[in-house]
Antibody, heavy 119, light 108 residues
Framework: EVRLLESGGGLVQPGGSLRLSCAAS????????MSWVRQAPGRGPEWVSG????????YYADSVKGRFTISRDSAENTLYLQMGGLSAEDTAIYYC????????????WGQGTKVTVSS | SSELTQDPAVSVALGQTVKITCQGD??????ASWYRQRPGQAPVLVLY???NRPSGIPERFSGSRSGNTASLTIAETQAEDEADYFC???????????FGGGTRLTVL
């Protein structure tokens, strides 16, 4: 079964940092691009960051560029998102999503991990 | 603009057909993907590449595109189709992604 399992969310103070993880199983992790997508309460999803299968190329939404870093460890089948300079606007459920080029879409999503930025 | 615009809410009678639309300049160049999200759950891909369904998605779901507008059509709507639906495609750079604000589908 193809599965993504996020972890690392929680309550963090404004200006703080947090590292999210996404454990992948059931597919050849190193063969697929991956992304982080977040969803604030009552809002539509917002693409945050993406990484190519090799990890060589990374992409960021303007809203997080310079503050967030995406990375992957294919030996551990894990995707990461290092978040810094957090503000209330970053409060959301963060999903990792598998991108399949043949579909040009995100065909597998994790259950999400909740990040709350508040003092 | 790289934004995608959706009607916030749509309702349909049980068994009838409903069309959910998504507008944006990027749709002139890229096909939309569509996702269904039930309360408390993660989004699920229901349509990609304009009119293709992942395995497990019923044939009642279909898609189309005209100009800057993509559409998701659900025929013979069932109670289980009640959910939020989001469109998604690449932005003008081709390397980033945008989502619509979502349409809440209510089945009457």
């Amino acid at each position: 079964e193809v599965r993504l399992l996020e972890s690392g969310g929680g309550l963090v103070q404004p200006g703080g940092s947090l590292r999210l993880s996404c454990a992948a199983s059931g597919f050849t992790f190193g063969a697929y691009a991956m992304s982080w997508v977040r969803q604030a309460p009552g809002r539509g999803p917002e693409w945050v960051s993406g990484i190519t299968p090799s990890g060589y190329n990374t992409y960021y939404a303007d809203s997080v560029k310079g503050r967030f870093t995406i990375s992957r460890d294919s030996a551990e089948n894990t995707l990461y998102l290092q978040m810094g300079g957090l503000s209330a606007e970053d409060t959301a459920i963060y999903y990792c999503a598998k991108y399949t080029a043949g579909l040009d879409g995100f065909d597998v999503w994790g259950q999400g991990t909740k990040v709350t930025v508040s003092s | 603009s790289s934004e995608l615009t959706q009607d916030p809410a749509v309702s349909v009678a049980l068994g009838q057909t409903v069309k959910i639309t998504c507008q944006g300049d990027s749709l002139r160049r890229y096909y939309a993907s569509w996702y269904r999200q039930r309360p408390g759950q993660a989004p699920v891909l229901v349509l990609y590449d304009k009119d293709n369904r992942p395995s497990g998605i019923p044939e009642r779901f279909s898609g189309s595109r005209s100009g800057n507008t993509a559409s998701l059509t659900i025929a013979e709507t069932q109670a289980e189709d009640e959910a939020d639906y989001f469109c998604n495609c690449r932005d003008s750079s081709g390397y980033h992604w945008v989502f619509g604000g979502g349409t809440r589908l209510t089945v009457l």
